[in-house]
């Protein structure tokens, strides 16, 4: 471990905390509202933070930790907010963001995740011993950077170059296809086989390459899989029995959008409910051996400073205040003191469990491969039945209070798979938890005072659920609430998903039981059966680079300018989506932009160009 001496929380590394949270925070909620999935931003947070601390004289491998354990913060609580909050939107409750509503909502959800996590952090880093990959990954880049004389300048430096051409790269094509309209988001097209519809397309998309690369092959085969379960097998059986009129991809989107798309809420639900039975056992033993460091630590031993949490009986303190806020949210949309303490109880059992699953899934699988859509689906459809009990159909506010309900929840267990990455890193350099959950906090409520304007600004621009920003995960959660309260949810595709989770279950246990290597997470498949095939084709294609770069001899360097580059293109695409969208929300006009006809062939060109140079960059030997 490294000396814990050193200074960590210091006024330059709270600004930049500060600053790459919210900086993060806005691009990832961009991607994922265009993408249905977000990426850790923890390694390109350490990376930027080495390479701007470089430039002082006085700095250290702890500060760095500290800064990207803020911007990680920010960057998991926009998940949260992004996966629900444009719901509100979609089902007509909001005609528009209401910024301090968004800012509310985000700051007291991600407030609960942080304190839920102080107690998980012994019981599943130190008692449990699990990976966290990303928390692993995050150490060794920042030690990387601190072994030699040179090597923070060296290794920061080099990687904020990385970062920076490819973000430049990525800004440059967003611009050219999203501002002036050089060339088309999507290739695709569709073919009648007999009285089926077959559609296929990608989004020539790097952010969306890159996110598949970040989650590897494993991932990247599943999310495709779960496509195909859609595209070349569901769509093409229930068009062959109603029949159609045209064959067009729009007429596959359209059948997808209604029907297909539920066999994903049916197998996500299932997938949340497996991982709470899977994780019941180790998240007891868990509690109990926080319990019992607790007492450890209120006697005459003194712990380490590296073992040193946020003392529980301010989280405990802190969970009771924050409830005051969470009823009067609950009151004021269903306007009944009883059901709203009702709701404001469920909420705090349901982001308990669910951000210790999504800790303890993280440690397993990663923070990008958490269930934190899976167990905010769980709890958006309990929460609609335990309402539609209680208030019956005709309730105009029932399916805006469990949106509600899972906004907080999601937001909790974003942030709860998160930050046990980030303590896991700092559990390795030595650095003393209590400062790292207090930045925690920092970094929660910086990205709380963005994301409401950055949603605005998005949804002005591009309309929020329209083709360019189509925010599959909040469109999910609206569909199911909404079909509740209505009767329209078509339950058979729900029933048909859910038996397809509980096969998915059946594989992976069989693919455990053998010792394989690859595994069959329903989660991610699931996500691939509600997302458009056109965005889960180039998640395949950065899985199969990250996986073929391997097999061609990329070394660990090779790799991890993969990751940088990957991280660098997302950036990009990112915040120049949000640039864009600037000067058409102060104008108040779409066209804005001027538009470039004639060169609609480079975006293809580019696009393939793209993924050929990040394949060269991984496979060197």
């Not at 470089?54 to 992004?82: D, H, M, P, Y």
């Not at 995740?113 to 008692?127: C, M, S």
């Not at 800004?171 to 519809?197: C, D, R």
């Not at 970094?443 to 309309?463: C, E, F, K, P």
Request: net charge neutral.
């Amino acid at each position: 471990m490294t000396n814990n001496k050193l200074p960590e929380i210091t006024t330059k590394a709270i600004f930049l905390g500060i600053l790459l949270s919210m900086l993060l925070a806005g691009a990832n909620a961009y991607l994922g509202l265009k993408a249905g999935m977000t990426v850790s931003a923890s390694i390109p947070a350490a990376v930027i933070s080495m390479g701007i601390l470089s430039f002082f004289r006085k700095s250290n491998i702890l500060e760095n930790n500290i800064v990207q354990t803020a911007a990680s913060a920010g960057e998991s609580l926009a998940a949260g907010v992004i996966f629900t909050i444009p719901a509100l939107i979609l089902l007509g409750y909001w005609e528009s963001f209401n910024y301090i509503e968004v800012a509310k909502i985000a700051a007291i959800g991600g407030l609960i995740g942080v304190l839920f996590t102080v107690p998980l952090r012994r019981a599943l880093i130190v008692n449990a011993k699990l990976k966290y990959p990303e928390g692993v990954a995050t150490a060794e880049v920042l030690r990387a950077g601190d072994e030699a004389k040179k090597g923070a300048k060296e290794d920061g430096s080099g990687g904020l170059a990385t970062i920076g051409i490819t973000t430049l790269t990525g800004g440059i094509m967003k611009v050219f296809q999203q501002g002036f309209g050089a060339w088309n988001a999507e290739i695709t097209g569709a073919l009648p086989v007999g009285k089926s519809i077959f559609g296929i397309g990608t989004d020539i998309s790097p952010a969306l390459v890159s996110v598949g690369y970040i989650v590897g092959r494993n991932i990247g085969i599943l999310v495709f899989g779960g496509g195909l379960i859609s595209w070349a097998f569901a769509i093409p059986i229930y068009s062959a029995m109603i029949g159609l009129e045209s064959y067009t991809f729009d007429d596959a989107i359209n059948i997808w959008n209604s029907k297909i798309r539920y066999l994903g809420v049916g197998a996500m639900v299932v997938g949340g409910i497996w991982s709470l039975i899977k994780l019941f056992k180790p998240l007891m033993e868990g509690i109990n051996a926080s319990l019992n460091a607790l007492k450890q630590q209120n006697s005459s031993i003194e712990l380490p400073t590296e073992e040193k949490d946020m003392p529980i009986n301010y989280v405990g303190i802190g969970l009771v205040a924050l409830l005051i806020p969470v009823f009067l949210l609950y009151n004021g949309i269903i306007g009944s003191f009883p059901i709203a303490a009702l709701l404001s109880i469920v909420m705090m059992i349901f982001g308990f469990f669910f951000s210790a699953v999504a800790a303890y899934m993280a440690g397993v699988v990663g923070s990008s491969n958490n269930p934190v859509s899976g167990v905010t689906i769980a709890t958006i459809l309990f929460v609609s039945l335990f309402l539609l009990a209680l208030l019956g159909t005709g309730s105009s506010v029932g399916a805006a209070g469990a949106i509600m309900v899972g906004a907080v929840v999601c937001c909790a267990a974003a942030i709860g798979g998160d930050n046990l990455q980030d303590l896991k890193a700092g559990y390795i350099l030595g650095a003393t938890p209590w400062k790292q959950q207090i930045m925690q906090i920092i970094g929660t409520l910086s990205a709380a005072i963005v994301l409401g304007l950055v949603l605005d600004i998005l949804h002005t621009a591009y309309t929020i659920g329209s083709p360019t920003l189509s925010a599959p995960q909040a469109t999910l959660m609206k569909s199911v609430a909404d079909g509740v309260f209505s009767g329209n949810l078509p339950w058979t595709f729900v029933y048909f998903g859910s038996a397809i989770g509980v096969v998915l279950i059946l594989i992976d246990l069989r693919q455990e039981r053998i010792g394989s290597d690859f595994r069959v997470p329903v989660l991610a498949v699931a996500v691939g059966i509600y997302l458009p095939i056109t965005l889960t084709v180039p998640i395949f294609i950065g899985g199969m680079i990250n996986h073929y770069g391997k097999i061609a001899g990329g070394s660990d360097s090779s790799e991890k300018r993969g990751l940088l580059m990957s991280s660098g293109f997302i950036a990009g695409e990112a915040l120049m989506g949000i640039l864009i969208a600037v000067p058409i929300f102060l104008s108040g006009r779409k066209d804005w932009w001027p538009q470039i006809d004639g060169i609609s062939f480079l975006g293809p060109i580019l696009f393939v160009g793209m993924i050929y140079w990040l394949y060269k960059s991984v496979s060197k030997k």
